[in-house]
């Protein structure tokens, strides 16, 4: 049997990235552009193919029958093989999750590719360090000239931005072969560790996603998404005809922004308390709020599971009763989020993977998670607040959304990016972080301009006691 260790760089800008959709959504898009593939057969020298026709030239000549395909997040690159070249490999193997197997990212910090050549490197293997040229990649295409091809955002006008171009590519090569390289040396070391019978089981959930067996029936999610958005046109033409002329789009603007909604509120008679004076007459009601020890200030408050809130909810005025309901059912779109995401997926026509990864909590369950490092506060089924590492929430748990621990389906799989810290945030360079109730910024966007982070606030803002164990 043949092992066939690769990894596929390909074209990515701001907007078209895997932070942005799912993986197939991503391979599927018409901005779907295989700029090279590095690749190295039973450790043979690492080779390098530039562009599409020579990587499909490659593939062609493989023997899929009696080969395996190794990788660093094997689930990309072997849908790339299925999904653009039509080849599949007689099993996959997934060095990230050997490392999770085996416990080693609990040693190495981590199961990115960077952090497992760290820790080899300190066990004295002699390997590189994993380079970043795929960040100066960002918004570059392939292009050729007369047979010479290179990077860049635009063709190329002048010998110059050729020469830059070439030079870049020739950088990017570097980077995709130390990458197979690294890799490689993981997969070398990590396969003396793991037992045949686990191996042939990972190779049996990568298939799950690269080979999926299921296939979404779009007819029954359009009838769903009409369903929802009559549902809410019922919901909101009350409100709308009365209080917005009957604007939709502005009653869902006014509701969804917290700014927007307390001066909607104060229109239809709504004050703070701590503001009133007290020789005013009694008003109509008072604007829920509540005071944030980290600010240091009265906020306006509208979770759902505030006490000043429920009381408008449950209360005897019928009209800021059904005004309360609009606004917490528009605040929260999931339903409709994930009900579009099912209709692109649905329209590819190409199955739908089952998104799980091996050993994604330390019990070795199954799981699926973007950063599986990050902390949450959950209330446990038996009572106790306690932080986890995301992978290891449990479906019974309540996870702290900054308002209230709350329901839950699971960890959902978004793809996997490199990842950047800034202001006590680790995620995407494209994740959004929010710096006041309204705006939300990419997270690399922020660090560059030095910008702060929102708080979230925590239990002990709403007088929730972080030492509470087994209550109730």
Request: hydrophobic share 40%; with cysteine.
């Amino acid at each position: 049997m043949n092992i066939l260790c690769l990894d596929f760089e390909t074209y990515y800008d701001i907007e078209y990235s895997l932070s942005k959709m799912t993986m197939v959504e991503y391979i599927m898009d018409a901005r779907f552009q295989p700029i090279m593939m590095c690749y190295s057969i039973n450790g043979s020298p690492i080779q390098t193919a530039v562009g599409y026709p020579q990587i499909r030239d490659v593939l062609d000549n493989i023997d899929w029958n009696n080969t395996i395909v190794v990788g660093q997040n094997t689930k990309f690159d072997g849908s790339i093989l299925s999904l653009r070249f039509g080849k599949f490999a007689k099993a996959y193997v997934d060095v990230m999750a050997m490392v999770r197997v085996t416990g080693f990212h609990v040693i190495a910090g981590g199961a990115s590719l960077e952090k497992i050549a760290d820790q080899l490197r300190v066990m004295g293997y002699p390997i590189p360090r994993k380079g970043h040229a795929v960040k100066s990649a960002q918004g570059m295409h392939l292009y050729d000239i007369y047979g010479t091809p290179y990077l860049a955002k635009e063709k190329a006008s002048t010998p110059h931005e050729k020469t830059l171009g070439v030079e870049m590519l020739e950088q990017y090569k570097q980077y995709c072969r130390d990458d197979v390289l690294l890799t490689q040396c993981a997969f070398d070391y990590f396969k003396k560790l793991i037992p045949p019978q686990e191996m042939a089981y990972g190779d049996m959930i990568l298939k799950c996603y690269i080979k999926p067996q299921f296939y979404l029936d779009l007819g029954i999610i359009q009838a769903e998404i009409q369903r929802i958005e009559e549902r809410d046109r019922e919901k909101i033409a009350e409100v709308a005809r009365t209080y917005f002329h009957g604007d939709t789009q502005l009653m869902r603007e006014t509701m969804r922004s917290v700014p927007k909604f307390t001066k909607f509120l104060q229109q239809i008679g709504g004050v703070f308390e701590h503001e009133c004076a007290e020789d005013v007459i009694s008003p109509r009601f008072f604007i829920p709020v509540k005071y944030s020890e980290k600010k240091g200030m009265v906020q306006p408050c509208y979770a759902k599971t505030h006490p000043p809130v429920l009381d408008l909810l449950e209360g005897d005025d019928e009209e800021l009763s059904t005004i309360f309901s609009m606004k917490l059912a528009l605040t929260s779109s999931i339903e409709m989020t994930r009900a579009k995401r099912f209709e692109r997926i649905a329209k590819l026509g190409v199955g739908f993977g089952m998104p799980y990864e091996v050993s994604g909590a330390h019990t070795h369950r199954l799981g699926g998670c973007v950063v599986a490092d990050t902390k949450v506060l959950v209330l446990t089924d038996y009572g106790c607040i306690i932080e986890k590492n995301i992978t290891d929430v449990l479906l019974s748990d309540l996870v702290w959304d900054g308002e209230e621990f709350c329901e839950h389906e699971g960890v959902v799989f978004r793809g996997y990016q490199e990842v950047i810290t800034y202001d006590g945030i680790t995620g995407t360079r494209d994740h959004k972080c929010f710096i006041n109730e309204d705006e939300a910024f990419g997270l690399a966007e922020l660090a560059e301009q030095g910008t702060r982070i929102m708080d979230c606030p925590t239990p002990e803002d709403w007088g929730i006691n972080l030492n509470r164990c087994g209550a109730g």
